[in-house]
């Protein structure tokens, strides 16, 4: 079971973060060779423990469950699923909601040693298939409304149904809220630091999804970093509005709450409802809450109205929040969204801590235990500006151990000594770093250096922006022109002069050689995890360019006299 030394290591950390004692330079928990997350830290806070672990409100009203539970109904389960087959090193593919199951199964995973292939709801039968194939699959825990999927996906795996019955399908156990007999002792399993614990898919915004491969440290433990940056405290009632399946929903609805001993609050309906959320927020003295940018945004359509009673910390992360945001939130409520960055293939690594100096746009500094490192993505040298690296020199316990059957590809992630994220930024003379895009959505026009994401904020403060996805459109004499898909706000129509108004502001607001001088009218593509996906949006502009067509519902700048005035300026010497 649990070993003292470790959980004495790993908790000390924990209460130095807590503290938020700079004096002391953070260092990661030294565990030793074994370690297994649900033994060594879970189950021993749990003991005898009645405080809220994990409060549901869903169709079913209100339901909480203490930590001493939760410890108890995990270990009944990994009793069953190790009848059921289930053995160390297993890759069980878990296909949940937002509901108690999910948090069950996770934890007696975890205690078998086993692997969690968390996974979306939304996937069809060929994406399962390619999950089932790639992740060597060969056990799945899913709901009853969920198996006709599986219909067609063949291989070599038990089946485990929550919610009813089906043909060739295990029920999941009813009896997990009973004691258990005295003769029932789940199995005990000695997991070492490096065994995996975790293969999440990414959400492939540009290319098939990969397997990112985290161990028994790298989420577990690398998520001491993600409570920092939440501003977690024992007792707070967390609620993270995120989707199970992908990363995320690790980072802020498991790990990092349980690692503060605060309670995960979920609110679980059909369709994101801002009005109810915001009475949830209140009624459940929510004290942190975390959020993507698009539901942010998506509550400021709504009437954000007074700030939640017990709330404290407001957070984002998933895509870089914009000012607009940020300020709007703060006029409500007083408080101020502290935005954070990090990937799948690692925890949260560069955030807003709480009680820094926030600079509106800017993603933060560094958190503990982690070294940064901005690679000129042409020379490979160090400066104020490029790829967001990690320093491999002294590797950070919450990166990855590597993508899952693919050597080459994880080989290059973490070519010449960093792991290379794919993302720009630039440092600031305060150290705080910005979000530039993705190495891939970068993009010159007249040989000027054009971010997506400054002009995508800048449109978002002109009331007809509900979101936006800036693209280069090619073009001969400029390389490239700044085109702008926008989704509007409530109340907008897609006119010729709401096309005007948006292109207007656009040449107000940024600098001429980046502003948008085309705009269309769309929902954006986005990942089922809720990304953009502007690789979509890129090869609509490269189809369009090569056929000479316009799309139809796009306006120009050139449409409007008036907002020709000022143009592109020549290509710098």
């Known amino acids: 079971m649990s070993s003292p030394h470790v959980t004495a290591a790993y908790r000390a950390a924990r209460d130095q973060l807590l503290s938020a004692d700079a004096s002391v330079p953070f260092a990661w928990p030294d565990l030793g060779d074994t370690f297994n997350w649900a033994d060594d830290w879970f189950d021993v806070i749990a003991e005898g423990n009645d405080r809220t672990a994990l409060w549901l409100a869903d169709?079913?009203?209100?339901?909480?469950?203490?930590?001493?539970?939760?410890?108890?109904?995990?270990?009944?389960?990994?009793?069953?699923?190790?009848?059921?087959?289930?053995?160390?090193?297993?890759?069980?593919?878990?296909?949940?909601?937002?509901?108690?199951?999910?948090w069950e199964t996770m934890l007696a995973v975890i205690k078998l040693g086993a692997v969690i292939l968390p996974t979306s709801t939304m996937l069809d039968t060929a994406d399962l298939q390619d999950r089932v194939d790639r992740g060597s699959v060969r056990h799945v825990v899913t709901n009853v409304g969920e198996t006709a999927k599986y219909d067609g996906v063949h291989g070599d795996f038990s089946r485990i149904v929550v919610g009813g019955t089906a043909d060739g399908w295990t029920p999941y156990p009813d009896h997990l809220g009973e004691p258990a007999p005295a003769d029932e002792h789940r199995p005990v399993v000695a997991t070492s630091t490096s065994d995996p614990c975790l293969?999440?898919?990414?959400?492939?915004?540009?290319?098939?999804?990969?397997?990112?491969?985290?161990?028994?440290?790298?989420?577990?433990?690398?998520?001491?970093?993600?409570?920092?940056?939440?501003?977690?405290?024992?007792?707070?009632?967390?609620?993270?509005?995120?989707?199970p399946g992908w990363g995320?929903?690790?980072?802020?609805?498991?790990?990092?709450?349980?690692?503060?001993?605060?309670?995960?609050?979920?609110?679980?309906?059909?369709?994101?409802?801002?009005?109810?959320?915001?009475?949830?927020?209140?009624?459940?003295?929510?004290?942190?809450?975390?959020?993507?940018?698009?539901?942010?945004?998506?509550?400021?359509?709504?009437?954000?109205?007074?700030?939640?009673?017990?709330?404290?910390?407001?957070?984002?992360?998933?895509?870089?929040?914009?000012?607009?945001?940020?300020?709007r939130v703060r006029d409500a409520?007083?408080?101020?969204?502290?935005?954070?960055?990090?990937?799948?293939?690692?925890?949260?690594?560069?955030?807003?801590?709480?009680?820094?100096?926030?600079?509106?746009?800017?993603?933060?500094t560094p958190l503990p235990g982690v070294r940064v490192v901005l690679l000129d993505p042409l020379t490979g040298q160090p400066g104020d500006e490029g790829e967001v690296c990690l320093d491999?020199?002294?590797?950070?316990?919450?990166?990855?151990?590597?993508?899952?059957?693919?050597?080459?590809?994880?080989?290059?992630?973490?070519?010449?000594?960093?792991?290379?994220?794919?993302?720009?930024?630039?440092?600031?003379?305060?150290?705080?770093?910005?979000?530039?895009?993705?190495?891939d959505d970068v993009f010159k026009s007249s040989d000027y250096k054009v971010s997506p994401f400054e002009v995508e904020s800048a449109l978002l403060q002109h009331p007809a922006v509900a979101e936006s996805a800036v693209v280069p459109a090619p073009d001969d004499a400029r390389l490239a022109i700044v085109k702008a898909y926008v989704t509007l706000a409530a109340g907008w129509e897609p006119t010729a002069d709401t096309a005007r108004q948006v292109l207007e502001h656009a040449r107000d607001t940024l600098p001429v050689y980046a502003r948008a001088r085309r705009v269309e009218f769309a929902e954006l593509p986005k990942t089922i995890s809720g990304k953009i996906r502007r690789v979509e949006l890129r090869e609509l502009e490269e189809r369009a360019a090569a056929t000479g067509t316009r799309a139809t519902g796009e306006w120009r700048e050139d449409d409007f006299p008036e907002l020709r005035s000022q143009r592109t300026p020549p290509r710098p010497a």
């Not at 161990?215 to 024992?234: A, E, F, I």
């Not at 990090?342 to 509106?360: H, M």
Request: glycine letters at 10%.
């Open 59 to 102: 169709a079913e009203g209100d339901r909480r469950f203490s930590y001493a539970e939760m410890a108890a109904r995990s270990d009944r389960l990994a009793v069953v699923l190790h009848a059921a087959g289930v053995a160390k090193g297993d890759h069980v593919l878990v296909m949940l909601g937002n509901q108690l199951e999910l």
């Open 333 to 364: 409520w007083g408080l101020t969204i502290r935005d954070g960055y990090g990937q799948t293939e690692t925890t949260a690594i560069i955030g807003n801590a709480p009680g820094a100096l926030v600079t509106s746009g800017a993603m933060g």
């Open 392 to 439: 491999l020199t002294d590797r950070p316990v919450n990166l990855m151990s590597g993508y899952l059957g693919e050597p080459e590809r994880t080989a290059d992630a973490m070519r010449d000594g960093h792991f290379h994220t794919g993302d720009i930024a630039a440092r600031d003379a305060d150290g705080q770093l910005t979000f530039i895009g993705r190495t």
């Open 199 to 243: 293969v999440y898919f990414t959400s492939g915004t540009t290319s098939k999804p990969k397997m990112v491969v985290h161990t028994q440290t790298s989420y577990p433990v690398g998520h001491l970093s993600t409570m920092h940056w939440l501003g977690l405290r024992p007792g707070d009632v967390h609620l993270a509005i995120s989707s």
């Open 248 to 327: 995320k929903h690790a980072w802020s609805c498991f790990f990092a709450p349980w690692i503060a001993e605060a309670t995960v609050f979920v609110h679980d309906t059909p369709r994101f409802d801002p009005a109810g959320l915001l009475a949830q927020l209140d009624r459940a003295e929510v004290s942190t809450f975390c959020a993507p940018p698009t539901a942010w945004r998506m509550l400021l359509q709504s009437d954000l109205g007074e700030r939640p009673r017990a709330m404290r910390e407001l957070v984002s992360a998933g895509e870089p929040l914009n000012p607009e945001v940020i300020e």
